[in-house]
Structures are given as structure tokens and as C-alpha cells.
């Protein structure tokens, strides 16, 4: 067993419970959550800047990472704090969105002396914003429901199994039907197929053993989980076209077996999204809108 699957394998193994050992702490609407989720954002932005300034031209740094933090901060704050900032249905995570990139877009207006690369400053800053900012919030909103724990458990059971079976079913079944998806040739059917049965699995196990968070139908819950396994694999494709259009490898070396940061919450921050809206619709006697 080469060094890689080890790496791997402990990281599954180890890390997992210990991301769902902070989700069980609830003290302050998951404080330590939060701050493991801002602390992921940044990383996760900061990973996502180096990547892009390679082939495109950036605002500052500091900036850029400084704006990106301002969605799950202020998640956070309200969270733990249990404030409800809304204006005429507007939600307050969303108008901090819109802060964060207006204050990228006003930086360009007014510190800039030369607008050449204008758009392409502005682009770049309102993606990682949006990307590792903005999306991975929808974690942090679930945190103020009355089933947050079961919830985000088995949303993180969802993203982690789908990833560990594709890449499992992938070795074990896929050396003959790889290459159909552009953006990550050694991808394979087998895989893909690995990843949609684990993030099933995970929502049955979710469904079966906590009934008062999942109270729905067998069909619904293979086909909430056939959806999560969708978009988790997208949010793993679509990072991986990131990191060939600027022709690297991983964004990071700072998980053993995995990368970087980003290499690890790309499927988590494409598939809460949906997640979230999942539960809202299919459960929506269980959840507190922030």
C-alpha cells in the first residue's frame, strides 16, 4: 500500500470524526464550527488567489482575503450571537455579499490610478469571494436549525463517502472506463458511480437513524443524496478545470494525501448549496431561516 492511500485513508479515518466531533460541540450555536469555517474560507481563498494570479492580474492580497472572510464572519456573529438581520426579506449574509464585493469594486475605483486590468481585478476578486466566501455560508446557516448536528453530520458524510467510494470504486473498477469527462481524465465511470452509491448510503443511514431530522419517503432520500453526490463530484470537477486552466497540480500540500485546503472543501463548498435548499424544502418544520 503506497504511501498516498495511507495518507488517505487516515485522513477519512481520523479526520471525519474529528470534524464531526466539533459539529457535536454546540455550546453558542457552534462556535467552534464557525471558526473552523472561517478558518477553512480563508485558507481556501488564500490557496485560490495564488492559483489565479498565475495567469490572471489581481487586486491586493490582503484585500481580496480580507473581503472573502466578511460572508462567514458575519455568519458567525450572527449565529452565535443569535441575531436575525434581515431587511424587507433580504437576508444579512446575503447584503454581506454584496458589501464585500462593492468594497472590491469601490478599491478599483478609487485607489487605482490605471484600468487596464480592471476587469480582470474585479473578476477575480467577486469569484473567490462568491466561491470560497460566499457558498461555504450555507454551512454556517444550518447551524441555527433544530436538528443542526444531524444535519451538517450527515451532509459532511454525504460529501466525504461520496469522494472516498468514487476514488475507492474508481481504483478497484475503473482502469477501463476512464477519461469521459475532459477536465479530469482519470476519472471514471466506475468512480462516479462509487460516488453517487456512498452519498446515498450516508443519507439512508441519515433517514434510518434519525427519523425526526429526515422525515420523509425512501424515494426522496435516494434522490436527495443521488443530487448531493452530483454536485459534490461537480465541485470536484469544477476545481479541477481551475487548476488546469492555470496548469497545476493541487492547490495546496497542507493535507496529507489530498492537497490543499481547496482540494479538500471543493465538493463541500458546490454541494451545501444544494444541501441547504434541500432541506428547506424537504423538511422545513425542522428549520429556523436566518
Request: aromatic letters at 14%; one cysteine or more.
Given at each position: 500500500?503506497?504511501?498516498?492511500?495511507?495518507?488517505?485513508?487516515?485522513?477519512?479515518?481520523?479526520?471525519?470524526?474529528?470534524?464531526?466531533?466539533?459539529?457535536?460541540?454546540?455550546?453558542?450555536?457552534?462556535?467552534?464550527?464557525?471558526?473552523?469555517?472561517?478558518?477553512?474560507?480563508?485558507?481556501?481563498?488564500?490557496?485560490?488567489?495564488?492559483?489565479?494570479?498565475?495567469?490572471?492580474?489581481?487586486?491586493?492580497?490582503?484585500?481580496?482575503?480580507?473581503?472573502?472572510?466578511?460572508?462567514?464572519?458575519?455568519?458567525?456573529?450572527?449565529?452565535?450571537?443569535?441575531?436575525?438581520?434581515?431587511?424587507?426579506?433580504?437576508?444579512?449574509?446575503?447584503?454581506?455579499?454584496?458589501?464585500?464585493?462593492?468594497?472590491?469594486?469601490?478599491?478599483?475605483?478609487?485607489?487605482?490610478?490605471?484600468?487596464?486590468?480592471?476587469?480582470?481585478?474585479?473578476?477575480?476578486?467577486?469569484?473567490?469571494?462568491?466561491?470560497?466566501?460566499?457558498?461555504?455560508?450555507?454551512?454556517?446557516?444550518?447551524?441555527?436549525?433544530?436538528?443542526?448536528?444531524?444535519?451538517?453530520?450527515?451532509?459532511?458524510?454525504?460529501?466525504?463517502?461520496?469522494?472516498?467510494?468514487?476514488?475507492?470504486?474508481?481504483?478497484?473498477?475503473?482502469?477501463?472506463?476512464?477519461?469521459?469527462?475532459?477536465?479530469?481524465?482519470?476519472?471514471?465511470?466506475?468512480?462516479?458511480?462509487?460516488?453517487?452509491?456512498g452519498s446515498v448510503v450516508s443519507g439512508l443511514l441519515g433517514w434510518q437513524f434519525l427519523p425526526g431530522a429526515f422525515p420523509t419517503?425512501?424515494?426522496?432520500?435516494?434522490?436527495?443524496?443521488?443530487?448531493?453526490?452530483?454536485?459534490?463530484?461537480?465541485?470536484?470537477?469544477?476545481?479541477?478545470?481551475?487548476?488546469?486552466?492555470?496548469?497545476?497540480?493541487?492547490?495546496?500540500?497542507?493535507?496529507?494525501?489530498?492537497?490543499?485546503?481547496?482540494?479538500?472543501?471543493?465538493?463541500?463548498?458546490?454541494?451545501?448549496?444544494?444541501?441547504?435548499?434541500?432541506?428547506?424544502?424537504?423538511?422545513?418544520?425542522?428549520?429556523?431561516?436566518?
Amino acid at each position: 500500500m503506497n504511501n498516498k492511500i495511507v495518507q488517505r485513508l487516515l485522513v477519512f479515518f481520523i479526520g471525519l470524526p474529528v470534524i464531526i466531533g466539533v459539529v457535536y460541540f454546540k455550546q453558542l450555536n457552534h462556535i467552534a464550527l464557525h471558526i473552523l469555517i472561517v478558518f477553512m474560507s480563508l485558507m481556501g481563498a488564500n490557496e485560490l488567489y495564488t492559483l489565479l494570479s498565475r495567469k490572471y492580474k489581481m487586486q491586493p492580497k490582503p484585500l481580496v482575503l480580507a473581503m472573502n472572510i466578511v460572508p462567514p464572519l458575519f455568519a458567525a456573529v450572527c449565529a452565535v450571537f443569535n441575531i436575525q438581520f434581515t431587511f424587507n426579506d433580504f437576508n444579512g449574509i446575503d447584503f454581506s455579499l454584496l458589501a464585500a464585493v462593492m468594497v472590491c469594486m469601490a478599491y478599483e475605483v478609487l485607489a487605482m490610478k490605471t484600468f487596464e486590468n480592471a476587469l480582470s481585478h474585479i473578476l477575480t476578486s467577486i469569484f473567490i469571494i462568491l466561491y470560497t466566501g460566499f457558498f461555504i455560508t450555507f454551512l454556517s446557516r444550518m447551524t441555527v436549525c433544530d436538528y443542526s448536528r444531524e444535519y451538517i453530520s450527515i451532509f459532511l458524510l454525504m460529501v466525504f463517502l461520496c469522494d472516498s467510494a468514487a476514488w475507492f470504486f474508481g481504483n478497484l473498477f475503473g482502469k477501463n472506463n476512464k477519461g469521459f469527462i475532459k477536465a479530469s481524465p482519470n476519472k471514471s465511470i466506475a468512480g462516479f458511480c462509487g460516488g453517487i452509491l456512498g452519498s446515498v448510503v450516508s443519507g439512508l443511514l441519515g433517514w434510518q437513524f434519525l427519523p425526526g431530522a429526515f422525515p420523509t419517503t425512501l424515494p426522496k432520500i435516494i434522490f436527495f443524496g443521488i443530487a448531493i453526490s452530483i454536485f459534490s463530484i461537480l465541485g470536484d470537477l469544477f476545481e479541477s478545470v481551475i487548476k488546469r486552466s492555470v496548469e497545476i497540480k493541487d492547490s495546496g500540500t497542507l493535507i496529507p494525501g489530498r492537497g490543499g485546503v481547496l482540494d479538500s472543501i471543493d465538493s463541500v463548498v458546490f454541494a451545501v448549496p444544494v444541501f441547504y435548499l434541500g432541506i428547506n424544502f424537504l423538511f422545513a418544520s425542522n428549520f429556523v431561516n436566518q
